[in-house]
């Protein structure tokens, strides 16, 4: 192949941006404000991959592989915070719907896990273009957050940006090329 041909196939279907995405956390108290501002502040967030389990098999003559079941379905965001750690109380918040209300004391419910279909919702991922033009979706199907990472202040680290790590599970994933 020439450097010529290669540059004109990649002119035509141009290269992806790690940089141009937008996250929308669509949590089960439907704060509308809150989560608009968590589409501005996911600084990371991985698109979802795809594995599954199998097992050998024989009928007959060498053995093969067949799928039983698909895996890993995990996705990582990570979440720049305001100065009062808003964005991780929102998330907290979630994850007592799930656990219970223990964290804040809260009698009634504070160690009854929740009802699956209370705390899942969806999560979406867009891939924008530079033309701020949507171009690909992935919608994670029944998410929640299982974890929220610690936070790690120090003096050392001057003046850096507070970052909260989070993993949400989820069911299974769609994707749509817009």
Same mark, same amino acid.
């Not at 009062?84 to 929102?90: A, M, P, Q, V």
């Not at 009802?115 to 998410?143: F, G, Q, W």
């Given at each position: ?11 035509? !279907?141009?290269? &992806?941006?790690? +940089?141009?995405? #937008?996250?929308?956390? %669509? &949590? ?22 795809? !594995?599954?389990?199998?097992k050998d098999?024989? $009928?007959?003559? &060498?053995?093969?592989? *067949?799928?039983?079941?698909? $895996?890993? %379905?995990?996705?990582?965001? #990570? ?7 808003s964005e991780? #109380? ?38 924008? %273009? ?7 979706? $992935? ?8 974890? *929220? ?10 003046? &850096? ?5 989070? $993993?949400? +599970? ?6 749509? *090329?817009?």
């Amino acid at each position: 192949m020439s450097i010529l041909r290669f540059f004109s196939q990649l002119r035509k !279907g141009g290269v &992806a941006s790690t +940089a141009t995405f #937008e996250v929308m956390v %669509n &949590a089960p108290d439907g704060n509308r404000d809150q989560e608009r501002n968590l589409l501005f502040r996911c600084s990371s967030v991985d698109l979802p991959g795809r !594995g599954m389990q199998v097992k050998d098999s024989v $009928t007959y003559g &060498a053995p093969y592989q *067949v799928a039983v079941t698909g $895996t890993g %379905n995990t996705c990582e965001v #990570e979440i720049i915070l305001s100065e009062n750690l808003s964005e991780r #109380e929102y998330i907290l918040n979630w994850q007592d719907k799930i656990l219970g209300t223990h964290r804040k004391n809260i009698s009634g419910n504070m160690w009854d896990i929740g009802y699956y279909s209370d705390y899942v919702r969806t999560l979406d991922i867009y891939k924008i %273009n530079d033309l701020d033009e949507i171009v690909h979706e $992935t919608k994670l199907i029944d998410a929640f957050p299982t974890t *929220v990472g610690t936070l790690q202040m120090s003096w050392d680290q001057g003046a &850096a940006i507070l970052r909260l790590p989070v $993993t949400f +599970a989820y069911r299974y994933f769609t994707d749509k *090329v817009k």
